[in-house]
């Protein structure tokens, strides 16, 4: 496919992962192997909304050490955003945002294009690639899947949540220790919240830290479970009486019977016009003291669950840079329109490889835990999710360090000259 040439741009959006840098990192040593079609390599900064701003930096302007050391930095090392192109609420700004991507694509002769990122990035690059071909300009967009939320469809699982429920996993181990030492005979519970807004993928993935049915978690409230209280009441009460604590993690999406998110703040909205999440852990302790005489405590990960490198899951790091990869030779090979997928192949040795799924097969669908993956009473994944599961956290990263600890890695981002006048909004 040599005789198409052009320049490469690659970009991340929506919320980072401990692995996201690592697929960036397999776009651009791939793209490397192909000089004949690929002529230089772009980053996109803060994603589509820096490439509106046509905020450019060169690639090839990076040291091949940095470069390497993207696999084992967190965060987005391009930046990201979460801007949306949105044709149904704001038509006019959506085509004049469509518009002007393409004056920056045509003004750099940008002929690859990669976004990494989840459902509205997919639907993003899925937008491009179907103006790209009503206007006959020549470029081919490949999606490289990215989600702690692991809520992409038709992909196994999706690059950066093996390493975010490893962490969590390691951090209820950690905490459960603690609660389980300073337990009295009154008896205490705590609440750990995750991430996950409508999926429980992240809270779910804590079961692996029970080696023993009597070990934390106890309790695992999902999103696609509507919250019972009295039911849930009367587990916590169970647990405690008899070994004394009860460690409960919460999706941060959970939803009560109504399907009412227990802890949106429907006083503030995020980028996409959603309640902010800011308290399913403390709704929940507040309903165990006002029921119980139990005592409670509540700890958020937040942040530090998707940005924990340190715990991060080798086999995670080693699928997100495979599909960087894939994308690039997707794209070599004359495909667009499509997002890479993550193929199981077998469960035990653990087997897998990369595919390819049409981005409007991707593009804005929810991929929620099975209802059969589930206990009957709906408090801890089963044995169908841990088989699921387990295999996604397997290998130990080994970060380079310097003065005791992590070193990671942060890019020059030497800028590409702007060739076209300021956007206007």
């Given at each position: ?28 040593e ?15 900064l803060?994603g ?17 050490v ?8 967190p ?17 006019d700004?959506?085509a ?16 690859y ?7 509205d990035?997919?639907d ?25 939320d692991?809520d ?15 962490y ?5 181990m ?9 337990a ?14 409508s999926a429980?993928?992240?809270?779910a ?23 019972d ?7 916590v ?6 070994i ?12 009560d ?10 006083t503030?909205?995020?980028?996409f ?9 403390e709704r ?6 006002s029921k ?9 990960l ?17 699928e ?8 690039v030779?997707?794209a ?5 329109g499509?997002?890479v ?8 040795p ?10 409007k ?22 044995e169908?999710?841990i ?11 080994q970060?380079p ?12 981002k ?12």
């Amino acid at each position: 496919m040599s005789e198409f040439t052009g320049n490469l741009l690659v970009a991340q959006s929506g919320g980072p992962t401990a692995v996201i840098n690592a697929s960036v990192a397999g776009v651009i040593e791939e793209a490397g192997k192909h000089p004949d079609a690929i002529t230089e390599i772009y980053g996109g900064l803060n994603g589509i909304l820096g490439i509106l701003n046509e905020d450019l930096i060169d690639i090839q302007d990076e040291l091949s050490v940095s470069i390497e050391g993207l696999k084992h930095t967190p965060a987005a090392a391009l930046g990201t955003c979460r801007y949306k192109i949105d044709f149904k609420k704001n038509t006019d700004q959506a085509a004049k945002d469509i518009n002007r991507l393409f004056e920056v694509f045509e003004a750099h002769n940008i002929r690859y294009f990669f976004y990494a990122g989840g459902n509205d990035s997919q639907d993003t690059a899925h937008k491009l690639h179907e103006q790209a071909l009503a206007r006959g300009y020549a470029l081919r967009v490949i999606g490289v899947p990215k989600t702690i939320d692991n809520d992409l469809p038709h992909t196994d699982h999706c690059p950066g949540y093996g390493s975010v429920i490893k962490y969590n996993a390691t951090t209820v181990m950690e905490i459960a220790a603690d609660v389980r030492s300073m337990a009295t005979d009154g008896g205490s519970c705590c609440i750990i919240e995750v991430m996950g807004r409508s999926a429980g993928w992240i809270a779910a993935g804590t079961v692996l830290a029970k080696r023993n049915p009597e070990d934390a978690p106890h309790i695992i409230l999902l999103p696609e479970i509507p919250f019972d209280e009295k039911a849930f009441i009367s587990k916590v009460e169970a647990t405690v009486s008899e070994i004394r604590y009860c460690i409960v993690v919460v999706g941060e999406g959970l939803k009560d019977s109504a399907g009412n998110e227990i802890g949106a703040d429907n006083t503030r909205l995020d980028a996409f016009g959603h309640p902010v999440l800011s308290g399913a852990a403390e709704r929940i302790g507040e309903i165990i003291s006002s029921k119980s005489k139990t005592k409670t405590r509540t700890v958020k990960l937040g942040y530090a669950q998707r940005a924990a490198a340190h715990c991060a899951s080798e086999t995670d790091v080693e699928e997100a840079v495979a599909c960087g990869q894939a994308a690039v030779r997707a794209a070599i090979e004359g495909k667009s329109g499509y997002m890479v997928k993550i193929v199981r192949l077998e469960h035990e040795p653990y087997k897998w490889t990369t595919g390819l799924q049409d981005l409007k097969d991707i593009a804005n669908v929810e991929h929620l835990i099975p209802r059969d993956w589930i206990s009957a009473d709906g408090f801890l994944p089963n044995e169908r999710f841990i088989e699921y599961a387990r295999p996604l956290i397997s290998g130990q990263l080994q970060l380079p360090m310097e003065g005791g600890l992590p070193k990671f890695v942060t890019l020059k981002k030497s800028p590409v000259e702007k060739k076209l006048p300021p956007r206007v909004l």
